[in-house]
């Protein structure tokens, strides 16, 4: 199973990016499906999640600004960043919960991680 995050990169306050995650080995549609973020010295944080029957979640500081979305024709699930803000400066990966059930924003929960990908917020 390998998990490639894509879409990073630098963009100013207020700005958009689209974050991709794509599978090989695994069909991410059966499977729920998180995001988590971690800035130097922080912990690892749940940013968002879509479960196995396409339930959404979002983590407070995201909420109406983030959107969870599956393409499951291109095995991939994606992370619409809008509004963005400084403090979203991390490095975010996406990571599958094979087994479900469990608190979707628990880093314990998941099963297979990708590399990540830098998203940094700066004027």
């Known amino acids: 199973v390998q998990l490639v995050e894509s879409g990073g990169g630098l963009v100013q306050p207020g700005g958009s990016l689209r974050l991709s995650c794509t599978a090989s080995g695994l069909t991410l549609e059966n499977y729920s499906i998180g995001w988590f973020r971690q800035a130097p010295g922080k912990v690892r944080e749940g940013v968002s999640c879509v479960s196995k029957s396409n339930s959404t979640y979002y983590g407070d500081s995201v909420k109406g600004r983030f959107t969870i979305s599956r393409d499951n024709a291109k095995n991939t699930v994606n992370l619409q960043m809008n509004s963005l803000k400084p403090e979203d400066t991390a490095r975010y990966y996406c990571?599958?919960?094979?087994?479900?059930?469990?608190?979707?924003?628990?880093?314990?929960?998941?099963?297979?991680w990708g590399q990540g990908t830098q998203v940094t917020v700066s004027s």
């Open positions: 990571a599958i919960d094979q087994t479900a059930g469990g608190v979707w924003y628990s880093e314990y929960e998941y099963d297979y």
